[in-house]
């Protein structure tokens, strides 16, 4: 740390020396990121609210109260009209919480995962092996037993294979709308009759998938069943940061019924407010806000039109690849796009598309590029990635 003062002006030259070393959003090259350009509006929220602390609710009543009408909001699209939940840092804490609350009540109403009992029971969760990795941090810090289903042949989880590992010892089932790697969507209604069947908490993770599919709905895409519409649906993920064009980072957690954020209040006496059952202490008011904000200027319309838009780009990316000679891993369900190249290693085509400029991800299971389509990808970045490929082709022979 310099000992002296540093000017203003010198501060900001050296910031924009560092700033010029990232990449941007608008350049188009960003093709492996969930997250995208957030709105102007947004931003602008965001850094008016900057003071706000939403750990300590009381002294901030006018952020608390556009919290839960961005709740409220969310809530109005996932088929809830009572919501109960948070605007937190993203998808991984959201997963963190419904954990969290889905052991607590075990604990409580099933005796599993009971510390004081005689015996301690190690309580267990269902995931997918397409699951979040946040999956596996909740169960680190909760102690509890990830049990990885498997696959079927369209990357959705496998039903059978989940009712095999369905136990007295399972706390929760967790099915996905919106995989991370390939944007699939679980067979959630069945899952949630699993769940009734089974007198086990049901989590759907639709931290990429919840500001999409609603909306695409809208614009008449045939979508599945996803939200609390299905009677068994305890809590859902969604996160704003993502297609909801909100500034990083805004998570958010929604559940059906006060008694899950309840299970996890824990006491908060020097605090205007009494209990807190969120993951984090202080609490940064402003992305809640800038939900709310982005939420009322966008509207149903403004979402569907954004959701669609970046389906048509999905579409014409899938279809230009497959007369390229690409191989697409399984047809876009949401604004994701997989493919592999029968003659081109995964990873060679991956740092050869990264030493042209783009920003590609490799999927894991299947080992495929990954491409996302969010909204800062125009038909224009479109057609030059595809000359890439092309160009790529040619320096390897292969047509």
Same mark, same amino acid.
């Given at each position: 740390?310099?000992?002296?003062?540093?000017?203003?002006?010198?501060?900001?030259?050296? =910031?924009?020396? %560092?700033?010029?070393?990232?990449?941007?959003?608008?350049?188009?090259?960003?093709?492996?990121? !969930?997250?995208?350009?957030?709105?102007?509006?947004?931003?602008?929220?965001?850094?008016?609210?900057?003071?706000?602390? =939403?750990?300590? &609710?009381?002294?901030?009543?006018?952020?608390?109260?556009?919290?839960?009408?961005?709740?409220?909001?969310?809530?109005?699209?996932?088929?809830?009209?009572?919501?109960?939940?948070?605007?937190?840092?993203?998808?991984?804490?959201? /997963?963190?919480?419904?954990?969290?609350?889905?052991?607590?009540?075990?604990?409580?109403?099933?005796?599993?995962?009971?510390?004081?009992?005689?015996?301690?029971?190690?309580?267990?969760?269902? @995931?997918?092996?397409?699951?979040? %990795?946040?999956?596996?941090?909740?169960?680190?810090?909760?102690?509890?037993?990830? +049990?990885? +289903?498997?696959?079927?042949?369209?990357?959705?989880?496998?039903?059978?294979?989940?009712?095999?590992?369905?136990? /007295?010892?399972?706390?929760?089932? +967790?099915?996905?709308?919106?995989?991370?790697?390939?944007?699939?969507?679980?067979?959630?209604?069945?899952?949630?009759?699993?769940?009734?069947? /089974?007198?086990?908490? %049901?989590?759907?993770?639709?931290?990429?998938?919840?500001?999409?599919?609603?909306?695409?709905?809208?614009?008449?895409?045939?979508?599945?069943?996803?939200?609390?519409? =299905?009677?068994?649906?305890?809590?859902?993920?969604?996160?704003?940061?993502?297609?909801?064009?909100? &500034?990083?980072?805004?998570?958010?957690?929604?559940?059906?019924?006060?008694?899950?954020?309840?299970?996890?209040?824990?006491?908060?006496?020097?605090?205007?407010?009494?209990?807190?059952?969120?993951?984090?202490?202080?609490?940064?008011?402003?992305?809640? @806000?800038?939900?709310?904000?982005?939420?009322?200027?966008?509207?149903?319309?403004?979402?569907?039109?954004?959701?669609?838009?970046?389906?048509?780009?999905?579409?014409?990316?899938?279809?230009?690849? %497959?007369?390229?000679?690409?191989?697409?891993?399984?047809?876009?369900?949401?604004?994701? +796009?997989?493919?592999?190249?029968?003659?081109?290693?995964?990873?060679?085509?991956?740092? !050869? =598309?990264?030493?042209?400029?783009? !920003?590609?991800?490799?999927?894991?299971?299947?080992?495929?590029?990954?491409?996302?389509?969010?909204?800062?990808?125009?038909?224009?970045?479109?057609?030059?990635?595809?000359?890439?490929?092309?160009?790529?082709?040619?320096?390897? /022979?292969?047509?």
């Amino acid at each position: 740390m310099n000992q002296e003062p540093l000017e203003k002006e010198k501060i900001l030259e050296e =910031l924009a020396k %560092f700033k010029e070393k990232d990449l941007k959003y608008s350049q188009g090259n960003i093709l492996g990121s !969930m997250c995208t350009r957030a709105d102007p509006l947004a931003k602008e929220v965001f850094c008016d609210f900057i003071d706000s602390n =939403l750990g300590d &609710p009381g002294l901030f009543k006018g952020t608390q109260t556009l919290e839960e009408k961005a709740i409220k909001n969310i809530g109005s699209f996932l088929s809830l009209e009572e919501p109960y939940g948070n605007i937190v840092t993203g998808g991984t804490e959201a /997963n963190l919480m419904a954990m969290r609350a889905a052991r607590n009540l075990a604990r409580k109403e099933k005796n599993i995962g009971n510390i004081d009992a005689d015996e301690y029971i190690v309580p267990e969760i269902i @995931v997918s092996k397409s699951g979040h %990795f946040s999956f596996k941090k909740a169960a680190d810090i909760l102690n509890l037993k990830l +049990v990885e +289903v498997d696959l079927d042949e369209n990357y959705r989880v496998d039903i059978n294979s989940v009712k095999e590992n369905i136990n /007295n010892n399972t706390i929760a089932i +967790v099915g996905i709308a919106g995989t991370t790697e390939l944007g699939m969507i679980d067979p959630i209604e069945e899952l949630s009759q699993l769940a009734i069947e /089974n007198d086990i908490y %049901f989590h759907v993770d639709a931290a990429f998938g919840g500001f999409s599919i609603p909306f695409l709905k809208d614009f008449g895409y045939e979508m599945p069943n996803f939200d609390f519409s =299905l009677e068994c649906v305890c809590s859902i993920t969604v996160d704003p940061h993502k297609m909801g064009l909100a &500034p990083i980072p805004s998570g958010c957690i929604i559940f059906r019924e006060k008694k899950y954020l309840d299970s996890m209040a824990v006491e908060a006496p020097y605090l205007t407010t009494k209990e807190q059952s969120t993951i984090v202490g202080t609490r940064l008011g402003a992305p809640a @806000v800038a939900t709310w904000a982005i939420m009322e200027h966008m509207g149903r319309e403004g979402y569907a039109k954004n959701a669609n838009e970046c389906m048509i780009n999905t579409d014409f990316l899938a279809d230009a690849l %497959f007369k390229e000679g690409f191989e697409l891993v399984t047809e876009p369900e949401l604004n994701i +796009v997989a493919f592999t190249h029968p003659n081109i290693p995964t990873d060679e085509l991956a740092r !050869m =598309l990264e030493e042209k400029g783009w !920003m590609v991800s490799v999927s894991h299971y299947p080992k495929a590029i990954r491409i996302v389509l969010m909204t800062h990808i125009k038909y224009t970045h479109l057609i030059d990635f595809l000359a890439s490929l092309r160009e790529i082709k040619s320096e390897l /022979n292969i047509k």
